[in-house]
């Protein structure tokens, strides 16, 4: 594996993105699910309902596909129940609704399946997906409705239990850190690193950092603690460092946040991510850094406290990992010739490309089926006036002097983890830029920035080397042309440009398998990468994105020796989870 990569963060926030990217230091907030989890108990487990609208049965509620549902007979007081097998501690539900939901209704455990015991009760439900946090114990849960929201009955894609101790480590350690109160020495909030203050190093988003102000806290000693809630016994640290790290620091815990005793010590400290075996007791656990590794302060990724006791928040779970044999989404465009995109799937991108690209996206102008069962997307020499792109060297306008096509999936799917397969035929020739990629939903959910977001390019390929392309995964602390990457070249040094070749990876929680025509290509180890580049931010919805770009700061401008217009073609696109 060779890390080699290139920016590729493109759209309606590019400018954003190209500020993100001139600060290595830099944080956003949204929240990311990430290693630990609590643990999902219901999938599968026996269940049973008052009643059944066939064919929509109770199991289907539990079944982990979001596509089946159980539907109640159309009255309120009806309910579904769910057999864990054991008693079970309870910390969090997930009720995914179809459009019949409970405006009122109870959440039940039990014992014997006979007496039960009420642990969140509603009159106000609003359907959708409703996360609910609860605390009870019981072998057997059940939802009870009590008023329909409609004039059906009930209905659920998805009933979901979660014990309550939001994952657990070895030796059964509860993550006690996650969601508490933090402290700090100094913390930064300026141009270069925003927010990033303590409570960052507890949100289990490796994507965003707690790091010591510029201002007086760019010297030695400095410190960031956690109020766990109450006294525990902490076993185990994890410290995700940001290349500003800490050569010798202190582990300390404290009941009263004042006086101090040491657990671990250490002046060899390595950066990137540390997992330290430790003992002690104490509501309260602190690091105290004595030497940087360099001109900057301390910055952490995440700091996670494992142990047992405390009073423990449980983090949003991860999803199930993919057993890569149900079909999600599909499109193999067959329409007619000329016929645009499938507007319930694809979504044109227009306008400039960053990067110092010099096309000019259209609204699918340069976008359709040919007919014979493949998407093309057309890469052409003409200007679109009004428009502004880089110099273009053969002509030495900067009115944009090509036109291309480039086309995403969020808004209508949008996914965590899967199997991910293309057959394309790139274009080719001096200049242009043909790829298939993933980038974070937070990008326009939460307007975070690139790379905060996370991007998977599955392929991309440059025009002056036509007998390669490059899956490269790009992050905060790993990314452009440091991105964690390989390349892979056709043997015998043939043309991608003269024909179709299939371009997949697999995604799951613990790291991705690139593939080019069936090749393993680039492998990537979820934690050798957290161990040598740093945080892997893949844990949360990515949505799919093709485009043939024009120019760049990776493939350069077109030449003399360029010809147009260019296609990229695209057989089909599939995923599985």
């Not at 052409?380 to 090509?402: H, I, M, N």
């Not at 990314?479 to 390349?487: E, Q, V």
């Amino acid at each position: 594996m060779e890390a080699r990569g290139t920016p590729r963060m493109r759209g309606a926030l590019a400018v954003m993105a190209a500020v993100a990217l001139l600060f290595t230091l830099s944080v956003a907030v949204a929240p990311e699910r990430a290693a630990a989890a609590a643990v999902l108990v219901s999938q599968g487990k026996p269940a049973t309902a008052s009643s059944t609208e066939a064919p929509f049965t109770a199991p289907s509620a539990v079944d982990g596909d979001t596509s089946t549902r159980w539907s109640s007979g159309f009255t309120d007081d009806e309910w579904i129940r769910i057999d864990l097998g054991a008693s079970t501690s309870i910390g969090q539900v997930v009720l995914n609704w179809e459009a019949a939901y409970a405006k009122g209704y109870r959440l039940e455990v039990s014992d014997n399946g006979a007496d039960w015991r009420t642990i969140h009760s509603t009159t106000t439900g609003t359907g959708g997906v409703e996360t609910l946090t609860v605390s009870g114990t019981g072998r057997y849960i059940r939802m009870h409705g009590t008023e329909r929201a409609t004039p059906w009955g009930y209905s659920l894609h998805e009933f979901q239990v979660y014990s309550t101790t939001g994952g657990t480590a070895p030796g059964d350690d509860v993550l006690l850190s996650y969601g508490r109160t933090g402290s700090a020495s100094t913390s930064q909030h300026d141009g270069t690193c925003w927010e990033c203050s303590p409570d960052k190093a507890f949100d289990r988003d490796p994507a965003s950092r707690w790091a010591t102000s510029p201002e007086g806290g760019w010297t030695d000693p400095g410190w960031i603690a956690v109020d766990l809630g109450a006294r525990a016994e902490i076993n185990r640290v994890i410290l995700q460092w940001d290349p500003a790290y800490a050569r010798a620091y202190r582990i300390e815990v404290s009941d009263n946040g004042t006086d101090w005793t040491t657990i671990h010590s250490t002046t060899t400290g390595t950066g990137f991510k540390e997992t330290l075996d430790v003992s002690g007791t104490g509501r309260h656990v602190r690091l105290y850094a004595t030497q940087r590794s360099g001109e900057y302060g301390y910055s952490l990724w995440e700091f996670q406290v494992w142990g047992t006791g405390g009073a423990p928040i449980p983090a949003p779970p991860l999803p199930a990992d993919p057993t890569y044999d149900r079909l999600v989404f599909s499109d193999e465009f067959n329409g007619p010739a000329g016929a645009a995109p499938d507007p319930a799937k694809w979504v044109p991108e227009t306008g400039t490309g960053p990067n110092n690209e010099l096309e000019y996206y259209t609204n699918n102008k340069n976008a359709a089926q040919d007919g014979n069962g493949s998407l093309v997307l057309e890469a052409r020499r003409e200007a679109t006036p009004g428009s502004a792109c880089p110099p273009d060297p053969l002509s030495g306008s900067t009115t944009c002097q090509y036109t291309s096509a480039r086309l995403n999936t969020y808004g209508k799917f949008q996914f965590t983890y899967g199997r991910v397969e293309a057959r394309i035929k790139v274009s080719g020739t001096q200049g242009l830029w043909p790829a298939f990629w993933m980038l974070g939903a937070d990008y326009f959910d939460k307007g975070r920035p690139w790379p905060y977001t996370g991007e998977i390019d599955i392929m991309e390929h440059v025009g002056k080397e036509p007998n390669t392309t490059y899956s490269t995964l790009h992050a905060p602390a790993y990314n452009g042309a440091a991105g964690y990457g390989a390349p892979y070249s056709l043997p015998g040094g043939a043309n991608f440009a003269d024909g179709f070749h299939t371009f997949a990876v697999d995604w799951n929680s613990k790291g991705m398998t690139f593939r080019v025509d069936g090749n393993v290509t680039h492998t990537v180890d979820k934690e050798e990468l957290e161990s040598t580049r740093g945080p892997w931010v893949f844990d949360h919805d990515f949505f799919l994105i093709l485009n043939n770009a024009v120019g760049g700061d990776w493939p350069g401008p077109p030449d003399a020796t360029t010809r147009f217009p260019q296609k990229m073609s695209i057989d089909y696109i599939k995923v599985w989870q």
